[in-house]
């Protein structure tokens, strides 16, 4: 019978737990790793993909009407995220990374809402037509 993890097993038993220097000494998360969400508003277009695609439903999106457009507001709960990291995948602007900072854990759930907000501008109004002026017309004709 073959033990293929007993090499590594007895190595690390005499091995300092790699946490030993924590929280001095933080040690970076491998490639790939999804941790903390990082929101850019002044990327984001408000196309509303990433609510689409986030299954456990922790993106939400407040509009409010403001003089100059609409006041977006984005807002990532993550104590329910599970780092899918389908919400970047499909943003097309690249307004949302999973970062690999892995420092998650609080005593305050508030803590762990990540939000941003930007102004989406109105439409510029469409040039006022100018209006048929029969009368000045007869005026040109009677010339
Ligand atoms: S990583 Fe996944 S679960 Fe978390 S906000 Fe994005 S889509 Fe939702
Ligand atoms: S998918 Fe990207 S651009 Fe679209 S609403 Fe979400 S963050 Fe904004």
């Known amino acids: 019978m073959k033990f293929p993890y007993l090499k590594e097993a007895i190595k690390s038993a005499f091995k300092k737990p790699s946490t030993e220097p924590y929280p001095k000494v933080n040690k970076e998360a491998p490639e790939g790793y999804r941790g903390k969400i990082k929101y850019y508003p002044e990327k984001c277009v408000n196309c509303g993909l990433c609510i689409r695609v986030c299954a456990p439903g922790c993106i939400t999106r407040t509009i409010e009407k403001v003089e ?37 854990a609080v005593t305050d759930p508030k803590d762990l809402i990540v939000s941003g907000t930007f102004i989406k501008k109105a439409p510029p109004k ?11 017309k007869n005026q040109e004709s009677n010339a």
């Not at 469409?126 to 000045?136: E, R, W, Y």
């Open 68 to 104: 100059e457009g609409d006041k977006v507001t984005f807002t990532f709960y993550q104590g329910q995220c599970t780092f899918c990291s389908l919400c970047a995948d499909f943003c097309p602007r690249g307004a949302i990374e999973l970062t690999k900072d892995y420092h998650l």
């Open 126 to 136: 469409p040039p006022v037509q100018p209006q048929n002026q029969p009368a000045a």
